[in-house]
């Protein structure tokens, strides 16, 4: 039996103790006397959340699949064990050797949202990792970074050794490999650093330099370093259906948030939503074959027993081969009594029938994220969708039996009014009248329409054409909900739509850290300092603490957030080259303030610059 | 490729021709701070994973037609434990024991699978007693105080236990120091007892009428010989469950 970190004491006085003790069906136990590079994997955050992560899993997989690697997992201890881990000097451990953290030879750390940047200093502290990359020596792990928050990397470079920009599928055994290269050879680590930052796609904060105008932009981003590149260009996957996909995903023992077979069904997105920073990153779009998707799918159900799956893609509906993949599913899901969730699919002919195969109309609701109420403010965001589109598609989902609608929108998107903002009520109402006009009264069985309009407030991202937008301020935020609020309110149909909008302290703090620079460091680890942690949780989130420390570090927050940019400023991100260029994003930009549509790569090609990956549907398009 | 055993057609065959089986496993180390929730939903996996062609539910999110005779609480170990389930045809139970043991993790393990007589009660409903070992989780034996007072304890006439009232309580009646603890003998509950240096073990009544709990008489022990016991200090293992059978205590697997 595996000896545990944790005492059979602690494990019962801590809530799920089962976060901790590994040992789940498909996690990988080595000989460790075999293996010469111990890996680390971190999501920081619970583990029910880092668990349902697909890009976690399949890098686990990968790396797990060389001989001489065994790549482990770790998740941020909860609240309850957090406190006991350091009253009694428990440092931080792996869940397969139930090993210290510290003793690994990296630890990868992926970063999915800002709001989980005090819990990468929290997995740090626990383990006893100096919190600072230039206070390490070889008896700390190599601490990289990964995923969409790498590629503004700049508030948390203190922090890290190295990011890796880009998909984890192409780099790793070459980093490794030299790794192992340096300690043979007796090297220090700054110099694997040197080197490991010319392995192209890996970033080294340390190697570099910036300097700031008088305003507090960046003036110039160097490195400090000979033979460093000066931009980083992110790693793609060139032969996604050829790439490593998880074989044997890890069936956790507790209920995680995606508790089911993942099946990624193609990476990027032809859309250009201009607020969308996912569907930029992961240009260019590029389809997984079918039929090895259709074996994929038997042999992750085969070797998980799981019962659902769900398919995983920025927009399903866009896989040219959906229908063929999803008839078959539903063969084979019916035969082994496994459910299927299809999220992300346009509402049409095609994806009404095949989800009132797979789920109970009477339980079940339909998802649409026109995310702005107005045509103006749609075209604005390139959403590429009308109020057309909308109603039928609600009128198909009516007519199919379905009674419930959830609305996703946004609130605080560049250039909007408040007409633009009333008619996301004015939708709302437009969608329960369809209803009444579609279901005539002695078909109304499941009960009359029931709508959840819910407003996020826009936080612009880095890599988007909104980049910059300045974002609104707090009481804005508050006033736009009040607004929407009241026109909710005066409609006629108002006891069918239920309204419900986000937290506004939580976006302040998302758009500080989402287009932050290296100055952000200090406030981070000050906000860590004074207990901010699990940031991400509205019952552990502390805004007064946040506030305070950004204070005290003279940080002032209108800098990052509300302040216009201007057109040629440098963006503390600029030396990662994704694929997409300024010069494209800026000329999107300035569209988006005509309300110019931009056709999707699938109708044109817009030279967005993502072709120079030579792959995908900007080859495949001819 | 394999196409799962459960096929529609098979699925809606009249629910008599399906087949009872009890499997009965047990669980040890880490695994056991899996709660009884969880542990139910890793079976249903595994018996996904084994192919076995169990019986679903009807509707749109089919069940296994599974249940478990007893919940076991997190942290508890188990030596024999049972759940029951209906599958489309008779088994091979020796090849149905194989196949879930390829497919469960460590510190698991299915110990015996066996066909139900038609009409046998569920799991559930027969549970009448229940075997348990208590042991310190630091390994040393119980000090020679405990010891001599499980002798007087276990060797008295009666087992009296003092408990919260919940119903006063739940009514707002509880009045401290009047009505707030009822006290109760279970000794005709207790069918055996016996404490060593190495272990408490004994045999009490699992029926959900008379349910005794092991810590109890074990906390019973420690206030004769005047210590505190800390249950967080105390290993429980199930041994085993029983269900009535012309006045004997039989195991669930034997049927
Ligand atoms: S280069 Fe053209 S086809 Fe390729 S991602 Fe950009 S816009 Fe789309």
Redesign the interface.
Known sequence: MRRQALSDRILMQVDKPARYTGGEYNSVVKDKSRIAVRFVMCFPDVYEIGMSHLGMQILYGMLNTYDDVWCERVFSPWTDLDRIMRDENIPLFALESQEPVKDMDFLGITLQYEMCYTNILQILDLAGIPFMAADRTWDDPIVIGGGPCSYNPEPISDFFDMFYIGEGETKYRELIDLYKACKEAGEDRHSFLVKAAGLGGIYVPMLYDVAYNEDGTISSFKPNTENVPSVIKKEIVKDISGAYYIEKPIVPFIKVTQDRVVLEIQRGCIRGCRFCQAGQLYRPVRERDVESLKKKALELLNNTGQEEISLSSLSSSDYSKLEELVDFLIDECNDRSVNISLPSLRIDNFSVDAMSKVQDVKKSSITFAPEAGSQHMRDVINKGITEEHILKGARLAFEAGWTRIKLYFMLGLPGESNEDIEEIAVLSDKIAREFFDAVPKEKRINGPVQIVTSASFFVPKPFTPFQWAPQDTKDSFREKAYILRQAVMAQLNQKRIKFNWHETDVSVLEGILARGDRKLNAAILRAYKKGCMYDAWSDTYRDDLWMESFDECGIDISFYTTRARGLDEIFPWDFIFCGVNKEYLKSEWLRSKEAVVTPNCAVKCNGCGAAAYGVGICTERG | ????Y???EV?SLNRDNRIKVRIKFSK????K???HL??M??F??????A?IDIA?SE????HQIMSFATALG??VETDGDYLDIEVMSTPDCVRMKDELNA?????VRIENVTVLPDGTPNAMSSVAAAGYKLYR?DGLDFNDEVIEAADRVLNSDTLIIRKENKKAKKKGRAIEGVNDVITMDIKAHVYEAELTGKAFTCLVDASSAGNVRPMTILELIYAEAGLELDP??I?IVRCDLYREENGRLVTLDHV
């Open positions: 490729m394999v196409s799962g459960a096929l529609k699925k040890h180390g880490p695994v701070f899996v709660g969880d542990f939903r890793f249903q996996k595994a018996i996904r994973r192919k679903y509707g749109f999110s089919p997190v942290g497919v469960v993790v460590d510190g989780r967080l200090d290993q």
